[in-house]
T-cell receptor, first 113, second 113 residues
């Protein structure tokens, strides 16, 4: 039973436009959410995170939005660049002190020049 | 400084053989994790080491899987009597304490024929 779902396996966006990657979760105990980015043949790298007490966190071109009532979060990348082409994983932690992250299956983003 | 190092990067083995995967965490990181990613799936938690505490082995899929961490640094994941369903990318990560911000290695691609 998937607790973190990324329903879009892939997404294509034109360079300069906005990329929106979505993630849904079912476990209301999740208190911290993260996005990781993965290039081929490399390990995932941390991108941005958000605590469940916030609804938005911004870092440069990357913004994560959290809608707790809908159990939904999204990652916005604007403007999208070809170097953003990668697989993006949504992950969640179930409570402070928990060290296990639950990951979604990932969304492959392709930014077309 | 150096990141998380994993070896080998690729391992092809025959069904029934034992394999050992190695992870060298970032120096000074007390927490070490093993995850695996099967084809088309998200990252799946396997095991967690934190300092001198007993490891959390709750994610290990069967008793054929074991891991140790010597001297609070290098870790070895051992899979005995490998099966075809063990084929996956095995990812090691480390962090400063039990942090949600994990630093991943590039992984070991294990193929069981």
């Amino acid at each position: 039973d998937q607790q973190v779902k990324q329903n879009s396996p892939s997404l294509s966006v034109q360079e300069g436009r906005i990329s929106i990657l979505n993630c849904d979760y079912t476990n209301s105990m999740f208190d911290y959410f993260l996005w990781y980015k993965k290039y081929p043949a490399e390990g995932p790298t941390f991108l941005i995170s958000i605590s469940s007490i916030k609804d938005k966190n911004e870092d440069g071109r990357f913004t994560v939005f959290l809608n707790k009532s809908a159990k939904h979060l999204s990652l916005h990348i604007v403007p999208s660049q070809p170097g953003d082409s990668a697989v993006y994983f949504c992950a969640a932690r179930s409570g402070a002190g928990s060290y296990q992250l639950t990951f979604g299956k990932g969304t492959k983003l392709s930014v077309i020049p | 400084g150096a990141g998380v190092s994993q070896s080998p990067s690729n391992k092809v083995t025959e069904k029934g053989k034992d394999v050992e995967l190695r992870c060298d965490p970032i120096s000074g990181h007390t927490a070490l994790y093993w995850y695996r990613q099967s084809l088309g799936q998200g990252l799946e938690f396997l095991i967690y080491f934190q300092g001198n505490s007993a490891p959390d082995k709750s994610g290990l899929p069967s008793d054929r899987f074991s891991a140790e961490r010597t001297g609070g640094s290098v870790s070895t994941l051992t899979i005995q009597r490998t099966q075809q369903e063990d084929s996956a990318v095995y990812l090691c990560a480390s962090s400063l304490g039990a942090s949600e911000k994990l630093f991943f290695g590039s992984g070991t691609q294990l193929s069981v024929l």
